[in-house]
């Protein structure tokens, strides 16, 4: 597993260079921006159940057909198993966005994630829908670009201090998009 | 490769619970104490064929006797050697400056050295010389700000106590 900091020492090592230059620039931006990510990585641990049931239902109301006898949430058994994959998956984002560095989500979730899915039956359209939902709903979190007609009676925004993180944003939203990537 | 954030990141997996408030402020400590760390590894990068050369040479000049016949260092080809492994040790000191631990020294440098040396029996003595010379020759504000010094001296004498 690397975070941002050894996969800068990695790639140099790998041409026996010492880390200078424009790969310290990279990382100086990683600190001087720490306060930021840190904040977004409790946006989305702190609103995890919300962001995970929220994603699910809303796959779940785009395709009713899921819960219905013989569908692949049918008995709770199955919903049950659908959530808690849903949280791993946003738990697994959560650490690659702490790191800054996408190889512990690689490693650790989606190696073999779509092949496990194909071979248990699971639709990996609605899965990558799921989490295109979270997606959705973590960027609005971070970025605090959610509103109360979008969030309905969950609505809730973090109050944290107001500055410009859409680079944060991006890259949270790049994650959601290699688990997307990586299932379908 | 072992950093703050990974180790943050294994035991939270291993737990199986998002990153907590203790794990974020973790991250928050090793943050607020970057800035040194990189200035010294920046400082280092940019000098280190100009380090590893006085190093060497500090340890050639107080071993003379090692480029006698029959001893490590009686070719050129086998004094260039050890003007690299010095070369490697300080990069690899760059690259914990960097990650803000000894994992890269631990992995890279360390880990087999002592068998290494036993078995070509090379001496390690000269090695801690050029470093230590490193360490007392680098000084602040000269080289770098006295915080970034104390990182760097702080894994050059990691080095030392491994070999000797």
């Not at chain 1, 009713?64 to 008995?75: E, H, S, V």
């Given at each position: 597993m690397l975070d941002a900091f050894s996969r800068s020492v990695v790639s140099a090592d790998a041409k026996t260079a010492p880390v200078g230059g424009s790969d310290l620039a990279v990382l100086r931006s990683y600190v001087s921006q720490g306060n930021k990510r840190l904040d977004a990585v409790n946006a989305i641990t702190s609103n995890a159940s919300c962001i995970v049931s929220d994603a699910v239902t809303g796959m779940i109301c785009e395709n009713?057909?899921?819960?219905?006898?013989?569908?692949?949430?049918?008995?709770n058994r199955r919903m049950a198993a659908c959530l808690r994959d849903g949280e791993i998956v946003l738990r697994y984002i959560s650490y690659a966005l702490l790191a800054g560095d996408a190889s512990v989500l690689d490693d650790r979730c989606l190696n073999g994630l779509k092949e496990t899915y194909i071979a248990l039956g699971v639709p990996t359209q609605s899965a990558a829908r799921a989490v295109a939902i979270m997606k959705a709903s973590a960027t609005a979190l971070i970025g605090e670009t959610n509103s109360p007609a979008s969030g309905g009676k969950r609505f809730r925004k973090m109050e944290t201090t107001q500055g410009d993180c859409s680079a944060l944003v991006a890259e949270a939203g790049s994650y959601f998009d290699r688990v997307i990537g990586a299932v379908s | 490769m072992k950093s703050v954030v990974t180790t943050v990141v294994t035991a939270a997996d291993a737990a199986g619970r998002f990153p907590s408030q203790n794990d974020l402020e973790a991250v928050q400590g090793n943050i607020q104490r970057a800035a040194a760390r990189l200035e010294a590894a920046e400082k280092l990068a940019a000098g280190l064929d100009a380090v590893t050369r006085e190093a060497g040479d500090a340890c050639f000049n107080k071993y003379a006797y090692l480029k006698q016949p029959g001893e490590a260092g009686d070719s050129q080809v086998k004094v260039d050697k050890c003007y690299r492994d010095l070369g490697h040790y300080l990069r690899l000191i760059n690259y914990c400056l960097v990650v803000g631990g000894t994992g890269p020294l631990d992995e890279w440098g360390i880990a087999g050295a002592r068998e290494v040396y036993r078995s070509l029996s090379l001496p390690t003595g000269p090695y801690v010389e050029a470093l230590t010379y490193t360490r007392d020759r680098a000084c602040a504000p000269r080289d770098m700000s006295p915080q970034a010094l104390n990182e760097f001296k702080s894994y050059l004498d990691y080095v030392i106590n491994a070999l000797s």
């Open positions: 009713t057909g899921l819960i219905q006898a013989g569908g692949n949430c049918y008995p | -």
